[in-house]
């Protein structure tokens, strides 16, 4: 399967290229410098404005055993599909991806978007869920 067939495949990708595509708008807007919430506003207006359903700190309960063990809380929720994790760092690093899978993991959300606004030039991962037949699933 080539590159593009492989693009056409991909889980919710309409809603992660709008997502992306609203990055590049603020970053190019806005450009570098501004803590992560700045970014975060901004991208929660850009998707509201194309229309998407967008909710930003979506509080998610973590769940073992049928028991809460702690809370976090997602940048961005977009469409109640796609997780968002935003960073303004100089460059991303392995630990992020983990958090975002781990993210992914606890709520049973199957695409997560990883985007870093403090880097030269915009930089994202789009990450999936990987699966275990033990995840209990989420609350929020």
């Given at each position: 399967m080539d590159g593009?067939?492989?693009?056409?495949?991909?889980?919710y990708r309409h809603i992660t290229e709008a997502v992306i595509g609203c990055a590049f708008e603020v970053i190019n807007e806005l450009g570098a410098g501004f803590l992560?919430?700045?970014?975060?506003?901004?991208?929660?207006?850009?998707?509201?404005?194309?229309?998407?359903?967008?909710?930003a700190q979506c509080p998610i309960r973590v769940l073992f055993r049928g028991e809460s063990v702690g809370d976090f809380y997602a940048d961005l929720l977009v469409e109640g599909k796609v997780l968002v994790e935003l960073k303004a760092v100089k460059a991303l690093i392995p630990e992020h991806q983990a958090q975002v899978i781990n993210y992914l993991n606890a709520t049973g959300i199957e695409v997560g978007l990883l985007?870093?606004?403090g880097s030269p030039s915009l930089?994202?991962?789009?990450?999936?869920?990987?699966?275990?037949?033990d995840t209990d699933g989420q609350d929020f």
């Open positions: 593009h067939n492989a693009r056409e495949g991909l889980k992560e919430s700045v970014y975060e506003k901004a991208l929660l207006v850009a998707l509201h404005q194309k229309g998407l359903s967008a909710a985007i870093n606004f930089d994202f991962k789009r990450l999936t869920r990987k699966r275990r037949p």
